[in-house]
C-alpha cells in the first residue's frame, strides 16, 4: 500500500496546531512530540512509518485535569489525520498529568531536586527521548523546566560515567587483541564491534548528547559535527581481517574520541596529558591512554559520594537487557544493588 510519508514531527505539530490545540483553547496544558518511537528524533522513515502508524501526540495537564481533557479530545479528534489514523491512548494521542507522566518514564520527577540514584538509573534513551522531540505548547512551563533540567549530568556524575566508559573500553580492548593473538578473528570481530559501539556512546556523551538505542546508534553518531573522520575509521577497523590493520584503524577512532574531550571546555586538568602527546602516544596502548583518562576523570570528582561509588556507572554501563532498561523501577533496583546506593 503506497502513501505519501510525512515525517513524525511536522505531522504531530501540524496536528496539534490545526486539530488538538484549538480544541484545548483555554485548558491549561503542554502538548508535544515526546517518548518513544524513531519519530521523537527524527529518524523515522516511510518503512518506519506505515498507514497504520498513527499520528502521535503528549497532552499534560495540571492534578485532576487529565479526564476532563481526554473526554474533551475523545469527542472531538477525527478518526485520521494526514493519512494516519488518530487513536485516543498509548501510541496515539496520549493524556496525562506531568508528574505522573514524567516519573513512568523516568522513574522520578525532574521538577523535584535529582538525586544520584536518579541519575545513575534513568537509561540514556528515555533521557533523549523527554529532551528530543518539540514542545508545541507549554501553559505553566512544567515541561520545559524539565528538560532543562535533564540537559546533561551534574559534573562530577558526568566524570564519573564518562570515567567508567573509558574503562569499558580499556577491558574491551584487551579481549579483543587477546583473541587475536589465539587466532579467535570471528571473536575479535565480535568484540571490535562491541568498542565500536563504546566508543559511539562514548562520543555522544562527551558532546552531552544522550545515546539513543542501538538502533538508531549509528544514525546519532553520524549527526556529530565532525563524526566523519571517527565512523570511517571505525566502519575500517570492522571490515579489517587482518589483526594489525584492525587495531590500527581503532586506534585512529580511539584517539579522535578522546580529543573530543580535550577539547572540550568541562575537561578536567589533566585530559590532554592522559591520551598522550606526539612523542609518548606510540609507546602506550590504546588500553592504557584509556585507563588514563579514566583515573583523570575520577581524580577529578570532588562529590565524596560519588567518587566512593564502585566504578560501574549508569543503568547503560550495567545492562543491557532491555526488559530493565524499559521498566523505570527494575532500573533502579539494579542501579541501587549494583552501587550500593
Do not use: K, N
Not at 502538548?31 to 524513531?38: F, P, Q, V
Not at 496520549?94 to 545513575?120: H, K, M, N, Q, S
Not at 571505525?234 to 580529543?259: E, I, K, N, T, Y
Not at 554501563?317 to 532491555?322: E, G, I, K, M, N
Amino acid at each position: 500500500m503506497m502513501f505519501d510519508f510525512v515525517p513524525g514531527l511536522p505531522l504531530s505539530r501540524g496536528f496539534y496546531e490545526q486539530v488538538a490545540g484549538p480544541e484545548l483553547a483555554g485548558v491549561p496544558h503542554a502538548a508535544a512530540l515526546l517518548g518513544e518511537g524513531s519519530e521523537v528524533l527524527s529518524f523515522d522513515t516511510p518503512a518506519s512509518a506505515g498507514p497504520r502508524h498513527g499520528v502521535r501526540l503528549v497532552v499534560l495537564t495540571g492534578p485532576g485535569r487529565s479526564e476532563a481533557v481526554r473526554a474533551t479530545l475523545r469527542r472531538a479528534l477525527p478518526p485520521s489525520y494526514g493519512g494516519r489514523p488518530v487513536i485516543l491512548g498509548a501510541g496515539g494521542v496520549e493524556v496525562a498529568e506531568t508528574g505522573a507522566w514524567l516519573v513512568a518514564r523516568l522513574g522520578f520527577d525532574p521538577l523535584r531536586p535529582i538525586g544520584l540514584l536518579d541519575w545513575l538509573a534513568v537509561p540514556w534513551q528515555r533521557l533523549a527521548g523527554t529532551c528530543g522531540g518539540e514542545v508545541f505548547h507549554d501553559d505553566a512551563g512544567l515541561l520545559g523546566r524539565a528538560r532543562q533540567a535533564l540537559r546533561r549530568y551534574p559534573p562530577d556524575v558526568e566524570r564519573y560515567v564518562l570515567a567508567a566508559q573509558w574503562r569499558r573500553l580499556a577491558a574491551g580492548y584487551g579481549h579483543a587483541a587477546r583473541c587475536s593473538e589465539v587466532g579467535d578473528e570471528l571473536g575479535a570481530a565480535a568484540l571490535t564491534a562491541g568498542l565500536a559501539r563504546d566508543l559511539m556512546r562514548l562520543a555522544l556523551l562527551t558532546r552531552r548528547r544522550w545515546p539513543p538505542y542501538d538502533r538508531w546508534l549509528g544514525s546519532a553518531f553520524a549527526r556529530l559535527p565532525g563524526a566523519a573522520e571517527t565512523a570511517d575509521a571505525l566502519a575500517a577497523a570492522l571490515a579489517a581481517g587482518d589483526r594489525s590493520l584492525r587495531q590500527d584503524h581503532l586506534r585512529r577512532a580511539w584517539r579522535q574520541v578522546a580529543a573530543l574531550r580535550e577539547r572540550s571546555p568541562a575537561a578536567p586538568p589533566g585530559t590532554a596529558t592522559a591520551t598522550g602527546t606526539a612523542t609518548t602516544a606510540g609507546r602506550r596502548s590504546p588500553a592504557e591512554e584509556a585507563e588514563g583518562l579514566a583515573e583523570t576523570f575520577t581524580a577529578a570528582i570532588t562529590d565524596l559520594r560519588v567518587r566512593a561509588l564502585p566504578p560501574g556507572g549508569s543503568i547503560d554501563q550495567l545492562t543491557a537487557s532491555a526488559e530493565v532498561l524499559t521498566d523505570p523501577a527494575r532500573c533502579r533496583a539494579l542501579t541501587r544493588a549494583a552501587l550500593g546506593l
